[in-house]
Structure formats: C-alpha cells, structure tokens
C-alpha cells in the first residue's frame, strides 16, 4: 500500500530539487514553466548549502550503478525516441537548424530538444552560447529575447531571428551548445533522479521525456510535480514499491496532464510507445525497438 503524506522531497536529493527550481523550462505542450521567484532562489540555494553531504552519498551511490540511459548507444536511442514524438524523425542530428512556431502559445520552438522563445530555455542557450562566442550571429536578438521571454510575442525577433538560427546551426559551436544544454536541463538531471528513484533504463527514459515534454516545474504541469502526483499514489522502487505499477502510474498522471489543456490532444507517445514497451517488459530498453507516434511507425534495430 502506498504511504499516506510521502512529500516531493522525500525520495528526490534537496541539492537535486534545488537544481530544478533554479532551472526554468517547458510545461505541459512546451510551456507555462518559468524561473522561480528570488525567496524560492533563497531557499533552495540555503538547502542546497546544506545538503553537499547528502549530495555526495548520492553521486558515490550513482557511480555504482549500471550507466543505463547515459550509457552511449541508449543515450542515442534516446534522442531518436525524443525526436519521433518531437519531429516525427529519427534524425535527431537533423534538427539543430529547425525553427517554427507552432501556435502553442510558446512564440518559436527551436533546435533539437524544442526550445522556445517563450519558456526561458531558449534564451538560456543565447546568453550561455554568446557568453563563449559573444560575435555569434543570435547575440543581437538578446534583448528582444529578454523582452519575449514567457510569452508567444515575435517582437524584435522578426523578420531575421528564424534565418539567423538556422544559419547558427550550420555552426559545431552552437551545435555542442544545443547538446550541452540539453544535458544540463533535461538529459542528465532526468536520468540522475531516475537511478536514485531506483528505475532502469526503461523509466530512466520516461523522466527524460516527461521533462522535455512538460519542462523542469514544480507546478501541477511540471516534471516534478507530476512525480509528486505519482508518488502520492505508488512508491517508487528505491520505497520499496514495484517498478511497473509506479512507471504506471507516472504515465498515467502524465497523460492526464497532456490531456488536461487539450482533450483532444495525441498521447501515442505513450501510449503506442512508452506503455508498449512497459507492458512487454522491457525495462532495459533493449533493441530491437519498435513503436508508433501519431501513427507513424518507426523501428530501431
């Protein structure tokens, strides 16, 4: 039976969480997830200070474990599952230079992981990448970014921002910023508090995606608070719980967040992907693969 009051922080590293309050990112469908307020920043910098030891027991803890998802062909697959639901392709690699908005009420989505100009993250990349190349071509849109930032709003982005991105992208530069910035917010922190939460490569993969999909929050939208919402009603493995009854649960909380804003919204990422392979067993996420997003089939030897 699941513990009746278990709290967020309860599984999750205080250092870890805080990491995340810190980070803005999407919500459900790519937004709603801004930066914390400065009490929040205040607060989780204190508990960050204080946990360095715990922070510690955690990585020793890690560091004994299988590298499951971060292990580098299940970190490829990864990125290519991502980029079937994302782009509806395999060829991640081919999405540095994409571009568009897509009338989500984000402005533009951008580049391998979806960001947007309307949920932080996208300006993060800017500023991260201008502060090691400051003559790169997007350094000029910086203060209009600053400007748009939390809304759908083009103002001072158009008409160049879209060319200028996608002539960045023909740049190995701003390339490794995009992956490394896609490690720094949703990869390596996802796949980190899945060890800890004590799921394999399967569920380790499901936090990634939730965290790309529904960004870094802790709003009832947001990656944590969706886990919040899960662990209310199962325990996680590292409680003691059963791995598949709680990565259950965890897309089930998921697909009612996904379905929350838009009834009619496609949840095949889920169901005809993340589900299947959960409900066949194959925790590991060992290929041959095979799933369907939004009724295209794809398969990964």
């Known amino acids: 039976m699941k513990r009746a009051g278990c709290m967020l922080l309860a599984v999750a590293p205080v250092a870890t969480v805080a990491v995340f309050l810190l980070t803005p990112g999407h919500d459900d469908g790519k937004g709603g997830s801004h930066s914390a307020s400065a009490s929040h920043r205040s607060d989780a910098d204190a508990k960050a ?55 989500d009420g984000q402005g533009y989505t951008a580049g391998i992981i979806g960001f947007c100009t309307g949920t932080h993250d996208l300006l993060t990349l800017v500023e991260r990448y201008t502060k090691a190349h400051p003559d790169n071509g997007l350094a000029r849109y910086l203060p209009a970014l600053r400007k748009v930032d939390g809304t759908d709003s083009h103002e001072g982005l158009d008409p160049g921002f879209t060319a200028a991105w996608k002539k960045e992208a023909t ?15 949703y990869f390596d922190p996802a796949v980190r508090l899945a060890k800890l939460d004590g799921l394999g490569t399967l569920g380790q993969f499901i936090y990634y995606d939730a965290m790309v ?20 009603e199962a325990d996680t493995p590292s409680q003691g719980g059963k791995e598949k009854e709680y990565l ?6 998921r697909r009612k967040a996904m379905k929350a804003k838009k009834p009619d919204r496609d949840t095949t990422r889920i169901d005809t992907a993340q589900r299947s392979w959960l409900y066949d067993g194959n925790l590991t996420l060992k290929t041959p693969l095979v799933w369907k997003v939004y009724g295209e089939t794809y398969r990964v030897p």
């Open 248 to 253: 259950d649960i965890f897309l089930d909380v």
């Open 49 to 103: 200070a204080k946990t360095a030891a715990e922070k510690k027991a955690d990585d020793d803890a890690i560091a004994d474990l299988p590298p499951g998802l971060a292990a580098p062909a299940k970190k490829e697959l990864a990125q290519q599952i991502v980029a079937s639901a994302e782009n509806s392709t395999l060829d991640w690699r081919g999405q540095y230079g994409y571009i568009e908005d897509i009338d």
């Open 171 to 185: 740049d190995p530069a701003f390339r490794a910023a995009q992956n490394s910035e896609r490690d720094r917010v």
């Open 213 to 232: 999909l529904h960004g870094p929050g802790t709003g009832p939208s947001g990656f944590y608070g969706l886990r919040e919402a899960a662990i209310a």
